[in-house]
């Protein structure tokens, strides 16, 4: 053995060939900063070995290294301006070191190589890749770039366009399309790979293989002419403003960060890979999306902890088809939990049915399914007018409409059919899943599930415990929805629940506005254009359905009169009232036409502003400011006393709830997030401003208390330890 630490290892294969092997003590490989550091002495190792040849890069875990460790990301962020650079520059001087042994190289990549991992496997001659492996950049996901000279190489080394399309995407290809790229040079099936690198690093030593003509365009600036250049660069720039825009600037920043190395050495260009990491990884928006990512780790590994031993049914039902309840089955049968589709109108099996079809012809004509698999999952979803077959589902969901006595009476009635181990659960959005309990014999049999539309597309399920709810219910459904290939979140029963709980405030924010003279249009225009928000509350009241969000306004009005009884008609009543309700029918805030594809495109409609005439008093304008901070306080607000009644568990489960059901913006990271980025003192601040408007703009107690010391709700990173002190040697 010639170097061993905790993450890696270095023993001669054979005479004059060595072979470094990644092998974290830990289940994964990854490029955290210890494993930097063992790097650094490893390489050192092979640097002093008068007799070697040829070097391998392996790995003996499932996959090769699946990146940095993103918990310490959020810490190193922390480091100041110089540390940060000069740890940067450490790390890249290991790899310029590995780049420019005196021996051909090469990485036979397993499963993942992303991130670090595959800018590792950049800096060696040569790649070779199992089957399975999936290589790539994602850092523009979490708001950086490459800073471990991935924006140097990857250009290099298979085109320009190619590596702009990986790198602003925040990408990873297969190992077939790798090669496609140029990315490996053979793939291998897996059992293969040590034997079919140490062949290839032969065939380099015995100059069959020319390692160094593989090496030197790395080294080198990209070969292209100004005008190549300028066209690329000119394309990507405008394809990535066009899907990142303004709020995400990692993507664009490497772009510029590729143009201006273009024409530098290896050297230089790192110099400014890593001036333009710097300011990435000290922006807020950096912060807000790893802490997404690592929310969402945190709440999938909470979910499977609560699932247990508890396992997805191998039947299930739903009650109500159309829309709703097509989406669901399509959900559960695609990924194979059979289900019988139940409803009392024909026409509504068939709207259910087509909008499996539908869903599966998309996912056909994208390549992602076959023909067989098309057939496989319609064929598992039974439609019927009766509940025959319905004692062999193990969890039915009722999606009945949003009308208490309507669901009480159809979920007792079903009760009468199954047995006593099954379970029930309510899609419904606002009803309190204890109140429907009160029709059933074994409530604590039932729960909430609530999905939201559309159903495939957006992640989060609402899973809500009632007061008689039991845990092995609750275990049973988030088994489900793990199944379904859904983030699960458990939330105790209150009206409206957690998202909806939380999204009336900020429609009641809205009306306020409107009743003080602000125009629909320029709130939309800045809750999209400025927060970020997916629709402004005017479009997303048209898409989620006037009558939809009426009725359930009514049902948050009693219950949580204080705060959210209304005063008089607003905005919402007068659009019922003409029943305006949006997209469904063609007119509310706005009006809505088909375009080419089919689908609704909203266009302004002046009676609207007549309409609103009624409840307003006469238009003023508002900054930007002020309508952020009316818009989001009482939002805010209700979140923070949902965590501190209990509604919601963590700082984490709130965020994620927030990101994947209703589309919170992803830069600023949930309302937590977004708490402390602004800081506990100067939210309240601003908050208390506005606080003669409604109770609604109250600042809860807890988080008074918090501001008193500018206190946050998600724990100070510390300062990761970097050691720099080596960074002579490279």
Request: aromatic share 8%; charged share 20%; net charge neutral.
């Amino acid at each position: 053995m010639l170097y061993q630490s905790e993450t890696i290892s270095i023993q001669w294969l054979k005479k004059g060939i060595a072979e470094l092997v990644f092998n974290s003590s830990g289940p994964i490989n990854k490029l955290d900063t210890h494993t930097v550091a063992s790097l650094d002495e490893a390489v050192a190792v092979l640097e002093q070995q008068s007799d070697l040849q040829g070097v391998i890069l392996r790995s003996d875990k499932p996959a090769f290294i699946v990146g940095a460790d993103i918990k310490e990301f959020l810490s190193l962020f922390e480091a100041s301006k110089e540390t940060l650079s000069d740890w940067l520059g450490y790390a890249n001087s290991i790899f310029n070191r590995l780049e420019d042994l005196p021996v051909p190289t090469i990485s036979a990549i397993n499963g993942y190589a992303l991130g670090g991992g595959c800018e590792c496997v950049l800096a060696t001659d040569f790649r070779i890749a199992s089957p399975d492996a999936r290589i790539g950049l994602p850092e523009t996901k979490l708001g950086i770039m490459p800073g471990f000279g991935g924006s140097v190489r990857l250009p290099r080394l298979i085109g320009l366009d190619s590596a702009l399309e990986i790198i602003t995407a925040g990408k990873d290809v297969s190992g077939s399309q790798a090669l496609k790229l140029g990315l490996v040079d053979a793939i291998v099936e897996t059992e293969k790979l040590p034997q079919a690198a140490l062949h290839i690093i032969e065939q380099a030593i015995s100059g069959v293989l020319n390692w160094r003509q593989a090496r030197q365009p790395k080294l080198e600036p990209l070969k292209l002419s100004a005008l190549e250049q300028a066209m690329s660069f000119n394309v990507a720039k405008g394809m990535v403003y066009q899907v990142a825009g303004k709020h995400y600037p990692a993507p664009m920043s490497a772009v510029n960060t590729i143009e201006k190395a273009a024409n530098c050495t290896r050297n230089e260009a790192l110099k400014h890979e890593t001036a333009a990491f710097v300011p990435l990884a000290h922006s807020d928006v950096a912060r807000a999306l790893v802490s997404v990512f690592l929310n969402d780790q945190q709440v999938k590994s909470t979910s499977k902890k609560i699932a247990g031993s508890s396992t997805a049914p191998a039947h299930a039902a739903v009650l109500g088809a159309g829309i709703m309840g097509g989406g669901i089955a399509y959900q559960s049968a695609s990924k194979g939990v059979p289900v019988l589709m139940k409803d009392i109108n024909e026409k509504s099996l068939d709207l259910g049915i087509d909008e499996a079809r539908k869903l599966l012809n998309g996912q056909f004509e994208r390549g992602k399914i076959t023909a067989d698999n098309m057939a496989t999952t319609l064929a598992s979803i039974h439609p019927s007018l009766s509940y025959a077959g319905i004692d062999n589902s193990q969890v039915i969901v009722e999606a009945v409409v949003e009308n208490p006595k309507i669901k009480a009476a159809v979920l007792s009635e079903v009760e009468s059919l199954i047995t006593s181990e099954t379970i029930l659960a309510s899609n419904t959005s606002t009803i309190p899943i204890t109140e429907l309990a009160n029709s059933l014999r074994r409530p604590e049999n039932f729960c909430g599930m609530h999905f939201f539309n559309p159903v495939h597309r957006m992640p989060l399920v609402e899973i809500i415990r009632g007061e008689k709810t039991s845990d092995a219910t609750i275990a049973k459904v988030v088994a489900y929805a793990n199944k379904m290939g859904k983030t699960p979140i458990v939330v105790n029963d209150c009206p409206g629940f957690f998202v909806n709980r939380v999204l009336f405030p900020y429609f009641a924010g809205f009306n306020l506005l409107l009743q003080d003279g602000a125009d629909f249009r320029e709130i939309d225009k800045v809750m999209e254009k400025e927060f970020g928000w997916p629709m402004g509350p005017a479009y997303l009241l048209d898409v989620v359905g006037i009558d939809t969000a009426f009725h359930a306004e009514q049902v948050m009005a009693q219950g949580f009169p204080q705060r959210m009884q209304k005063v008089g008609k607003n905005a919402i009543d007068i659009m019922f009232e003409q029943q305006r309700f949006g997209q469904k029918n063609g007119k509310g805030f706005y009006q809505y036409e088909k375009d080419k594809k089919g689908k609704p495109k909203k266009i302004d409609d002046p009676k609207t502003d007549e309409l609103l005439s009624s409840i307003r008093q006469s238009k003023r304008s508002f900054t930007k400011d002020e309508i952020i901070a009316r818009m989001m306080a009482p939002m805010v607000n209700e979140v923070v006393r949902c965590l501190e009644e209990g509604i919601i568990h963590s700082p984490s489960d709130a965020d994620i709830a927030l990101v994947y059901g209703l589309g919170f913006p992803p830069f600023r990271g949930g309302v937590f997030c977004y708490l402390d980025t602004l800081g506990s003192q100067s939210y309240v601040k601003t908050a208390e401003s506005y606080s003669h408007l409604s109770p609604l703009y109250q600042v809860p107690n807890g988080l008074k208390e918090k501001a008193a010391t500018n206190a946050r709700y998600y724990p100070q990173p510390p300062v990761v330890a970097i050691d720099v002190k080596k960074v002579a040697r490279g």
